[in-house]
C-alpha cells in the first residue's frame, strides 16, 4: 500500500531517550508520519536541535515527516477551599475572580481571562483533576 494513501497516521513524542539522529532516523523507516514535541517539559535548546535534526533528515532521506508542537493551555487553578467543601456530581460551582476562601458553592479562579474564554452552553474538561463542567451562566 502506498505511504501516501493510509489514513491513520503515526505521531512519535521526542524525548531523551529518542532525541538522537540515530534513533529518529529509525523512527522514520519504522513509519513515523509526525514527531510530537512536548513544550510543557521542554528543553528549548533540546527543541531546537531535534528540530534541526528532523528537518536535515528529511531533506537527506526524502521524508515528510511533520512536527507536531504540543503546546500547553492556560493554567485553571482555584484558590484556597474550606475543608470540609466537597461536590457531588450535579452540584453546581460558581467560580470567581475575585479573592475568597471557597467552599461547596464559589471558589476563586486563578485565570483571570476565564469568564472571556468559556462561553455559556460551553461544555469543557479538566485533564489535570478529571472534572467536567458545563458553564450555566456568565460570570460577573
Do not use: C
Request: positive net charge; aromatic residues 10%.
Amino acid at each position: 500500500m502506498n505511504k501516501y494513501l493510509k489514513k491513520t497516521k503515526i505521531i512519535a513524542t521526542l524525548g531523551p531517550a529518542s532525541s538522537s539522529k540515530e534513533v529518529m532516523l529509525d523512527l522514520m523507516k519504522a513509519g513515523v508520519d509526525i514527531f510530537r514535541i512536548n513544550f510543557s517539559h521542554a528543553d528549548y535548546d533540546l527543541v531546537r536541535k531535534n528540530i534541526e535534526i528532523i528537518r536535515e533528515l528529511n531533506s537527506e532521506y526524502g521524508y515528510s515527516v511533520g512536527i507536531l508542537g504540543d503546546l500547553q493551555g492556560p493554567k485553571l487553578r482555584v484558590g484556597v477551599v474550606k475543608e470540609g467543601s466537597y461536590l457531588n456530581p450535579g452540584d453546581i460551582l460558581t467560580f470567581t475572580n475575585e479573592k475568597m476562601e471557597g467552599d461547596s458553592t464559589k471558589v476563586y479562579m486563578t485565570y483571570q481571562q476565564f469568564p472571556q474564554d468559556v462561553k455559556v452552553g460551553k461544555e469543557s474538561l479538566s485533564m489535570t483533576v478529571s472534572w467536567y463542567w458545563r458553564l450555566l451562566k456568565p460570570m460577573k
